[in-house]
């Protein structure tokens, strides 16, 4: 009888789980809908069509592997006729027309535009489901079948992970295969090493290491789950972690193809020149003399090594710098994560460590602060999406918020029940907007721009809204200082250039342009990050918008000021 009723338990369970997540791609997949391509998006999915189609590897390798832009490219190339020209001439070539190429690639194809980014995006969307379902499994090994449906419930509402699923970028695959492998070596740690676990995690591990070099995080990890299986089983856990290190190189060259460089006939050298010299050169050329690893890998952590330690432009709460703030992403984290995940979060960590929980606590803490901490350390503070791998982990340990014994258990389930309902309206009421979510603590997403802008809220996916804008209040023509890749009139938009960042091929540019008529700004812009004067557009700073297009560009009607 019990074995029945905890049967029944189960199916219950496993059957919301499954809405949920039916609700999660409906939400996704509207949101994707609703977007145009985003800053990166169009480069994305030209390299990732172009790897499965041609296996052309080379065309923009500086930061990123191939499996997380394969994953854009994939649908597309299985389900669309595409056109394609082989002959493009790769990012940082001489002469390099990758990046208008890919825009054209995406908007002036065979197919429409919307359909070819909405199958690109579809991918990401599709991975996103299946790490909603090892968030459920692996809190309900750990908490039981109401705390995996509280963290399925938080995964699946979460404003950033909708927001990474809905494009086609990798952040949300390196998020998906490192909370994967995670999953299975937390699993060779407490039901004991196998070859059938060991093989999983190395595959798990091999997916992260070729989606986003954040995966180069999970050594250590790796490192310690091997001290701890070998002082529990001996010598026994040598084969076992000798198979795991060997499938994981193994499936890495598999990726790409067991070539150590493309064979395409238009394979253009990679410009190992560019990366200044430094103490892992000589690693670099070891490597690439003894082919130890494929080249356009080697190469795309050679980038990431490079980017991290030059930094980039980034903005924060009115300050600027291009070598990062350690307490980047401690601030983007709190004023983006709704406040009752925080408030959650705060409550499962101190009621685990006092019932002594302390080594399920581990397995997602430690992660988590790896992550956190390495980023915080890099110089490149452009978004909250590079720490969006801490939130599958933060959601399966607020999974034991139900295990929680209290003495005042009807106050308890009050204040759940009303973190809750407050976490589902600000999922709600952010809808299609969820890129640009900040919480209440700074007053919510229309305040966001003071505190925070790029991905984290601009990130160029609003010119079909401002499009609708327009139309609805009967604007024909705007001025406009967009913060994107795109080509404004390939959504219609009829436009006089303001300096921007980076429109390839504005039109309409005047020396001079009055203050006079109707403006748009996108929200970096604003704020000045990318242009030499940063105080360009200080006059619209001190100026109320008349009004805002999904809080990333803002309008301004200066015939009614």
């Known amino acids: ?21 039916v609700v999660f791609i409906a939400t996704a997949s509207s949101v994707a809908l609703k977007k145009n391509n985003t800053w990166d998006e169009s480069a994305h999915i030209l390299s990732g069509y172009a790897y499965v189609k041609n296996g052309m590897d080379w065309l923009s390798p500086l930061n990123h592997p191939v499996l997380g832009r394969a994953i854009s490219g994939a649908l597309p190339a299985a389900f669309l006729d595409l056109d394609f020209d082989e002959k493009v001439r790769p990012e940082g070539a001489p002469d390099s027309n990758f990046f208008p190429y890919s825009l054209k690639f995406l908007y002036e194809n065979s197919v429409d535009g919307g359909t070819i980014l909405f199958w690109s995006r579809l991918g990401n969307i599709t991975l996103a489901a299946l790490l909603g379902i090892f968030v459920f499994v692996w809190s309900r090994e750990l908490w039981g079948g109401k705390g995996a449906l509280l963290s399925l419930f938080l995964y699946a509402l979460c404003p950033n992970i909708i927001a990474n699923a809905s494009i086609a970028t990798t952040d949300l695959p390196i998020t998906a295969f490192f909370f ?8 060779l740690d407490a039901k004991g090493v196998t070859a059938w676990r060991a093989t999983a995690a190395a595959v798990a591990i091999a997916f992260a290491l070729a989606s986003k070099h954040t995966a180069l995080l999970l050594s250590p990890i790796v490192l310690a789950s091997f001290g701890i299986a070998l002082r529990r089983e001996g010598k026994k856990a040598l084969p076992y972690y000798a198979l795991l290190v060997i499938t994981v190189y193994l499936c890495l060259w598999a990726l790409y193809g067991f070539r150590f460089r493309s064979g395409s006939p238009n394979y253009e050298p990679l410009n190992w020149s560019a990366f200044q010299s430094s103490s892992l050169t000589p690693a670099f050329d070891f490597a690439r003399s003894w082919r130890l690893l494929p080249e356009a890998y080697l190469y795309s952590v050679a980038g990431v090594v490079m980017g991290a330690s030059t930094g980039k432009a980034a ?7 291009s070598t990062g703030w350690w307490y980047y992403f401690i601030v983007a984290f709190l004023i983006k994560t709704p406040i009752p995940a925080l408030i959650l979060l705060v409550a499962s960590v101190l009621y685990l460590f006092a019932v002594r929980e302390i080594r399920k606590c581990l397995w997602l803490v430690i992660p ?56 589902a309206f600000s999922a709600v009421s952010i809808y299609p907007h969820q890129l640009a979510y900040f919480n209440e603590f700074i007053g919510g997403p229309q305040n966001g721009y003071k505190y925070l802008v790029d991905s984290n809220l601009d990130w160029g996916q609003d010119l079909k809204g401002l499009k609708d804008y327009m139309d609805k209040n009967h604007i024909d023509r705007i001025k406009l200082a967009y913060f994107g ?9 009829d436009y006089e250039y303001l300096p921007s960042y980076a429109i390839l091929a504005p039109v309409n540019v005047k020396d001079a342009v009055a203050l006079k008529g109707s403006f748009a700004i996108s929200a970096t812009m604003l704020q000045g990050v990318y242009l030499a004067d940063r105080d360009y557009y200080r006059v619209f700073r001190d100026m109320k918008p008349s009004g805002n297009v999904g809080y990333s560009i803002f309008i301004y009607d200066l015939d009614n000021d």
């Open 315 to 321: 903005f924060l709460m009115g300050g600027y710098t």
């Open 180 to 187: 994967i492998s995670l999953y299975f070596l937390y699993r």
């Open 368 to 423: 988590a602060l790896i992550v956190f901490t390495a980023m915080s350390l890099q110089k490149v503070n452009i978004g909250i999406r590079h720490i969006l791998p801490v939130y599958p982990f933060i959601f399966t340990l607020i999974g034991f918020v139900p295990l929680i014994n209290t003495k005042s258990a009807r106050v308890a389930r009050l204040v759940f029940a009303l973190l809750i309902a407050w976490y």
């Open 485 to 493: 890749l795109s080509d404004p009139r390939y959504f219609g938009i």
């Open 1 to 21: 009888m019990r074995g029945g009723g905890a049967s029944k338990a189960g199916v219950i369970s496993g059957a919301i789980a499954a809405c949920i997540l």
